[in-house]
């Protein structure tokens, strides 16, 4: 069993910026894809960004141009760069990680951004 731990969530103002960190770890794993997820109040989740393990990351439209995404495989670490907030982008942001062989899904317990106008 894999667990994710998020921290960096926090509150600024429009414009400001935040470092969401999720660390995984666990006994004898090797994770393949990774991502962030968002859910705001009354949405769906939905995805921020994502990376496999060795390939470029890949943002959605709403992350383009504002946010980093970046992976550490030794350390099992991902981390969300996040520049030019606005208060569309409040939301828990979730770490979501798959095992290497594809089968299972891991989540962390989320961290809250807010972002006040």
């Known amino acids: 069993q894999v667990q994710l731990v998020e921290s960096g969530g926090g509150q600024v103002q429009s414009g400001g910026s935040l470092r969401l960190s999720c660390v995984a770890s666990g006994r004898d794993f090797r994770l393949g894809t990774m991502a962030w997820y968002r859910q705001a109040p009354g949405k769906q989740r939905e995805l921020v960004a994502s990376t496999t393990r060795d390939g470029p990351p890949n943002y959605t439209n709403a992350a383009k141009g504002r946010f980093t995404l970046s992976r550490d495989n030794a350390k099992d670490t991902l981390v969300l760069e996040m520049n030019s907030l606005e208060p569309e982008d409040t939301a828990v942001y979730f770490c979501?990680?798959?095992?290497?062989?594809?089968?299972?899904?891991?989540w962390g317990q989320g961290t809250q951004v807010t972002v006040s106008s």
């Open positions: 979501n990680a798959n095992p290497w062989t594809g089968i299972g899904d891991y």
